[in-house]
């Protein structure tokens, strides 16, 4: 399965002192770190970071990433999307791969 998702927290943190800031990157180091760790398959980019695994090890990871962005504030925002077909791997590069031949093949067409 493939998952792609967002962490952001929101309000003050429970320890430390506040952010003199909006930005978030702190907290989302600190989610993808733990992602980059997993040695699962990942990719992070300016919106979201996707995984790939099985059920139980992906969300393993998104759990523990969420958990450390609690850290950062009083509420976690979380936003998930997944593509379930079992059986596949390596879909992380392969699907990117069939659509940029798709586009090659419209532009020789």
Same mark, same amino acid.
């Given at each position: 399965?493939?998952?792609?998702?967002?962490?952001?927290?929101?309000?003050?943190?429970?320890?430390?002192?506040?952010?003199?800031?909006?930005?978030?990157?702190? #907290?989302?180091? $600190?989610?993808?770190?733990?992602?980059?760790?997993?040695? *699962?398959?990942? %990719?992070? &980019?300016?919106?979201?970071?996707?995984?790939?695994?099985?059920?139980?090890?992906?969300?393993?990871?998104?759990?523990? #990433?969420?958990? $450390?962005?609690?850290?950062?504030?009083?509420?976690?925002? *979380?936003?998930? %999307?997944? &593509?379930?077909?079992?059986?596949?791997?390596?879909?992380?590069?392969?699907?990117?791969?069939?659509?940029?031949?798709?586009?090659?093949?419209?532009?020789?067409?």
């Amino acid at each position: 399965m493939l998952v792609a998702f967002s962490v952001s927290p929101s309000g003050a943190p429970a320890t430390g002192p506040a952010p003199h800031d909006a930005s978030v990157h702190g #907290a989302v180091a $600190a989610a993808v770190k733990i992602v980059r760790e997993s040695g *699962l398959p990942n %990719k992070t &980019d300016a919106m979201f970071t996707t995984i790939e695994g099985e059920w139980d090890e992906v969300f393993d990871v998104i759990k523990r #990433a969420t958990e $450390a962005v609690g850290q950062f504030g009083e509420r976690v925002s *979380l936003v998930l %999307k997944a &593509d379930i077909r079992p059986g596949y791997y390596g879909e992380l590069t392969g699907k990117v791969e069939r659509l940029e031949a798709a586009i090659t093949e419209q532009d020789s067409a």
